[in-house]
């Protein structure tokens, strides 16, 4: 497992193929990746990361692990961003190597649903009409209701 | 003991971190004490369920004793993926 809170950009490519070699065993890799999304009617200039230094790395370590146990994977890979980012800047990816599909998607939505509420970030968007912090969703709470 | 604040409530107290010498019980305990400081603790403590908190980086509740903690961190909640 590798756990990684960085400030500049990572190169998706290069993160997957280092992923995916050496896993002889695993049939299935999957790779999610968030972007930082422009908004309609009032263009966003960048997005503002904050995190929780210790406990970020903490937080996603022990997610990583779960999401191990549970689904059996035989590896996963999270890295997270903060900092400013303009639209189009990677955020964050997962990957998760499994030896069957199914698990290696599941895995990665877990990880996915859990790093949106539990891991402490939080993200504030400067657009021309201000600056706001962006509120936690109920669905994203929820989300987390059916693992 | 520690205490750190992120985000908006960081930008409210208007410190990202401070030393607090407190004899408080619980974590609810420690809120009444800063809440009686000043206006922008009052401020920023005034709804606790727009709150998280954790208690030596493990997500918690307000309930949590403080005993042997070391440092405690007030944000609210997170926004991650």
Redesign the interface.
């Known amino acids: 497992m590798r756990v990684v809170v960085q400030e500049q950009p990572f190169d998706i490519g290069a993160e997957t193929t280092n992923f995916a070699a050496g896993h002889k065993d695993m049939g299935a890799i999957v790779t999610f990746t968030?972007i930082v999304r422009d908004l309609p009617g009032d263009p966003l200039q960048a997005m503002e990361i904050?995190h929780?230094p210790?406990?970020t790395e903490?937080?996603l370590t022990e997610i990583a692990q779960t999401a191990i146990d549970r689904w059996k994977l035989g590896d996963a890979l999270v890295i997270?961003r903060y900092g400013r980012l303009v639209p189009g800047e990677m955020?964050?990816m997962v990957a998760t190597a499994s030896k069957h599909r199914k698990n290696a998607f599941e895995a990665a939505e877990y990880l996915?649903d859990y790093?949106?509420?539990?891991?402490?970030?939080?993200?504030?968007e400067i657009t021309d009409a201000g600056e706001s912090?962006?509120?936690?969703k109920a669905e994203d709470?929820d989300a987390l209701t059916r693992w | 003991m520690d205490v750190l604040y992120f985000a908006w409530v960081r930008e409210r107290i208007g410190i990202p971190r401070e030393q607090v010498e407190t004899s408080a019980a619980t974590v609810a305990d420690l809120v009444a004490e800063l809440r009686l400081r000043e206006e922008r603790y009052e401020l920023a403590f005034s709804d606790l369920t727009a709150l998280r908190v954790a208690v030596d980086q493990k997500l918690t509740d307000f309930d949590a004793p403080l005993d042997g903690v070391r440092e405690i961190a007030f944000f609210p909640p997170m926004t991650g993926g």
């Open positions: 968030g904050e929780y210790g406990m903490a937080a997270h955020i964050m996915m790093l949106k509420s539990r891991a402490p970030f939080w993200k504030r912090w962006v509120a936690s709470e």
